[in-house]
């Protein structure tokens, strides 16, 4: 779960996991087209692993100043979603 809290109302938590995976979702469609099951299940997929990545880097006990390596395939959210 992706939850965001508004600056507008931070006591208040709201869950953006949907809308996460729905971007992601309309940007596969938009740009390779192809089985809207597979886009939403790939989407899933993506979204998991970041909140993968997130929870292991937040478990981490030290910090690494070394970056990250990362498959050929990954790219970051903003390079993902947006334009």
């Known amino acids: 779960m992706v939850t965001i809290r508004p600056m507008a109302e931070p006591a208040r938590e709201l869950d953006v996991t949907e809308c996460l ?3 992601i ?3 596969i469609a938009a740009r390779y087209g192809g089985n809207a ?3 939403r299940l ?4 993506h979204v ?9 880097a937040s478990e981490s006990p030290t910090k ?6 990362r498959s050929p395939r990954a790219s970051t959210i903003s390079e993902e979603i947006l334009p």
């Open 21 to 23: 995976i729905r971007a």
């Open 25 to 27: 979702e309309a940007e």
């Open 37 to 39: 099951v597979l886009n």
């Open 42 to 45: 790939e989407a899933e997929g």
């Open 48 to 56: 998991a692993r970041l909140l993968r990545e997130t929870n292991l």
């Open 64 to 69: 690494s100043t070394k970056p990250r390596g």
